[in-house]
Nanobody, 117 residues
Framework: VQLQASGGGLVQAGGSPRLSCAASGLTFSNYAMGWSRQAPGRDREFIAGIIKGGGSTNYADAVKGRFTISRDNAKNLVYLQMNSLKPEDTAVYYC???????????WGQGTLVTVSS
């Protein structure tokens, strides 16, 4: 199983980048998908999840109303649209199967998002 995240980089506060995650080696439509992040010196935290068919989503309070998760089951892709970024959003962002931060789920390699003030 491979989960390849992309779209990170240096972004100014208030910016709106979109992260993408390409999945392979699994039946993508059989999995709920999620994004988690790990800021410097902090534990990994769940930030967004979407069910198999994409009809329901869930967000951490820290990103609710600013981030949107979506998926394209035909292309095996999951996205994270990030709006109104803040410096405290600086972190490595990971796409993963499932919601939460269960280490037994499949995890991608992460993409670094750095938000400058």
């Amino acid at each position: 199983v491979q989960l390849q995240a992309s779209g990170g980089g240096l972004v100014q506060a208030g910016g709106s980048p979109r992260l993408s995650c390409a999945a392979s080696g699994l039946t993508f439509s059989n999995y709920a998908m999620g994004w988690s992040r790990q800021a410097p010196g902090r534990d990994r935290e769940f930030i967004a999840g979407i069910i198999k068919g994409g009809g329901s989503t869930n967000y951490a309070d820290a990103v609710k109303g600013r981030f949107t998760i979506s998926r394209d089951n035909a292309k095996n892709l999951v996205y994270l649209q990030m709006n109104s970024l803040k410096p405290e959003d600086t972190a490595v962002y990971y796409c993963k199967t499932g919601w939460g931060t269960d280490p037994d789920d499949y995890w991608g390699q992460g993409t670094l998002v750095t938000v400058s003030s």
